[in-house]
């Protein structure tokens, strides 16, 4: 018989990865990160307080001790290994992952390496952000993720239905608008880069319209979805079955 052991700290179990959240108030919908039901396991959230999306975007590192200390309540929960809901939490990554003894990924943006490792070192990749302003060469650099291929760097902040539901946060959110938005700035930059190799979609909204966006180029598609995915598949290791 299996002896169950109490976890010290532990309020609740099973929960397989944490996830750290923006302080922020929007609707979110089947596929987002902040979405419960996007995942086919079970997980655990926790906001950063004070961490609002401008605060994120603009980097706050005042805020950085609060990362670590919800990251730290998670690990006490079980989780085996600790995501976020924005791909700006690239500020958080050292101090996190040096804080806790789980795997860390704290950004869509850490794919970035592994998708250039992919592909012909001339060929361009589309990151669609919630805001270029912000996400510039020079944050990627400081954040160790550089790669050999052209970058394009796909900004949402000026678009209509993206700016107000999540930057300015109105309350609501028009999915069919947001999805014309990001495969127009996308089937842009196939254009004007007809070799383009992938898309990576940086903002943890976005995932809900990954589909669309490959319909539309036909290249794979990144985004935090597919990074969680994979934190848990190496973390939740199945037995297999078979013939041979």
């Known amino acids: 018989m299996t002896i169950y052991k109490t976890r010290r700290g532990a309020r609740n179990y099973g929960q397989a990865i944490g996830i750290l959240q923006l302080d922020c108030s929007l609707p979110f919908i089947p596929g987002d990160v902040d979405n419960a039901s996007t995942y086919g396991y079970p997980v ?49 990554q050292d101090a996190v992952r040096q804080a806790v003894r789980i795997p860390v990924w704290m950004s869509s943006m850490l794919q970035l390496p592994m998708i250039a490792a992919g592909l012909g070192a001339d060929r361009p ?9 912000n996400l510039t060469p020079e944050f990627l650099a400081r954040a160790g993720v550089a790669v050999r291929n052209p970058v394009l ?6 678009m209509p239905e993206f700016k107000t539901s999540v930057l300015d946060e109105k309350g609501s959110i028009n999915a069919a608008l947001i999805e014309e938005e990001v495969v127009a700035a996308v089937r842009g930059a196939k254009e004007r880069h007809p070799d383009l190799g992938a898309v990576l979609l940086e903002c943890s909204m976005l995932p809900p319209y990954a589909r669309a966006v490959q319909d539309a180029v036909g290249v794979p598609v990144f985004d935090f979805v597919t990074m969680i995915d994979f934190l848990y598949a190496s973390t939740h290791r199945t037995r297999y079955q078979g013939f041979y």
């Open 153 to 158: 760097i796909l900004g949402l902040q000026e």
């Open 125 to 133: 990749i589309a990151v669609v952000t919630a805001d270029s302003t």
């Open 44 to 92: 655990l959230y926790r906001v950063v307080p004070g961490l609002s999306t401008a605060a994120c975007l603009r980097g706050a590192p005042e805020l950085a001790a609060a990362a670590v200390a919800e990251a730290r309540e998670l690990e006490r929960q079980g989780v085996r290994a600790i995501a976020s809901d924005c791909g700006f939490m690239l500020q958080f």
